[in-house]
Nanobody
Framework: QVQLVESGGGLVQAGGSLRLSCVAS????????MGWFRQAPGKLREFVAA????????NYADSVKGRFTISRPNAESTVYLQMNSLKTEDTAVYYC?????????????????WGQGTQVTVSS
């Protein structure tokens, strides 16, 4: 049974930074594409960033491009989301997800495994 556990969320002022981590257990996901999604209160879950199994390909939502960086050192099952220049509109629960495929995916239905989420709150 694959489990994804996110950590690193918290409260930060606008303009600040946070780094989210996602650790997989129960099975190696070294050949899986992985992604981050977020869901704000009253809104649908939305794509944030994705990375291929090798870490060689990435994709970002326009709203975070240039501010967020997704990475997976050594193509391992741990994925990070470095979030800089945070804005109040980045406030949401952030979810890590893993796909069965190896590439970059922006659609949530293409991901099989999901973490429980970590809260990120950006204050003004």
């Amino acid at each position: 049974q694959v489990q994804l556990v996110e950590s690193g969320g918290g409260l930060v002022q606008a303009g600040g930074s946070l780094r989210l981590s996602c650790v997989a257990s129960g099975s190696t996901l070294s050949e899986s594409g992985m992604g981050w999604f977020r869901q704000a209160p009253g809104k649908l879950r939305e794509f944030v960033a994705a990375i291929s199994w090798s870490g060689g390909s990435t994709n970002y939502a326009d709203s975070v491009k240039g501010r967020f960086t997704i990475s997976r050192p050594n193509a391992e099952s741990t994925v990070y989301l470095q979030m800089n220049s945070l804005k109040t509109e980045d406030t949401a629960v952030y979810y890590c997800a893993a796909a069965l495929g190896a590439y970059v995916y922006t659609e949530s239905y293409l991901y099989t495994y999901w973490g429980q989420g970590t809260q990120v709150t950006v204050s003004s």
